[in-house]
């Protein structure tokens, strides 16, 4: 849609594990040290509604039919980007997001099997047509995963087997080719600073494009 803000928009996707959260927290601290203010959030969740639909979704106690699962990842984008993204790009600050609209097409199109131009509309619907100023896809390969999930309990997607979690990969792969435009892919297995020196490259050239 036509740009109607002034922030930054900027998207931490990839498999589960993947090193979002880590990079988010770094990008974080490199935002405040060039005086920008940062809203750092996440989906599922950002808002208590959200939030709540997060527990639901992730909860390894539940049994979520595939199309149940996908109409509440959506209804919680749609509470999400209304009541907290879309006023704070208007404000001016930069948002920093751990998981979007790629998620559902990697998780729900090609692990679940759903077809990608539903979802792209639902998409649409739930975020009035917002799109990321820039989406970085952190890459990871399977033993990765196993590594790293040893560490804390697995929720319910977590614990999908490891068929759906290469389909999820590979989604994100192919997902990264179609939108290389906006889209950064990166090599989530490399050393945090080498990660973090590429993204720091790209966002600053999307600030300075911005003049912000």
């Known amino acids: ?49 959200a939030e709540a639909i997060r527990a639901l979704l992730l909860n390894p106690l539940h049994t979520v039919s595939p ?34 609209t790629m998620s559902s097409l990697a998780y729900q199109g090609y692990g679940r099997g759903f077809s990608i131009s539903v979802i792209e509309k639902l ?27 040893r560490k804390k309990a697995a929720d319910r997607l977590e614990l999908e087997p490891a068929q759906f979690r290469e389909r999820v990969r590979r989604g994100y ?10 889209v950064l892919l990166v090599d989530g297995k490399k050393p945090l600073s080498a990660v973090q020196s590429r993204i720091r490259r790209e966002i600053d050239r999307l600030l300075r494009k911005d003049c912000l």
């Open 1 to 49: 849609m036509p740009r109607k803000y002034k922030g930054v928009f900027i998207v931490l996707e990839g498999p589960d594990k993947s090193g979002k959260s880590t990079q988010a927290q770094t990008l974080g601290k490199y935002f405040h040290s060039l005086g920008r203010e940062v809203v750092w959030t996440r989906e599922p969740g950002g808002t208590p509604f």
């Open 67 to 100: 199309i149940a699962e996908l109409l509440l990842y959506e209804a919680s984008r749609a509470q999400h980007v209304q009541e907290k993204i879309l006023p704070a790009l208007k404000a001016g600050k930069i948002v920093l997001c751990e998981r979007f």
């Open 123 to 149: 998409n649409r619907i739930a975020t009035q047509g917002l799109e990321p100023d820039l989406t970085v896809i952190f890459d990871i390969p399977e033993k990765y995963f196993v590594e790293r999930c």
């Open 173 to 182: 792969r192919e997902l990264g080719k179609k939108h290389s435009g906006a």
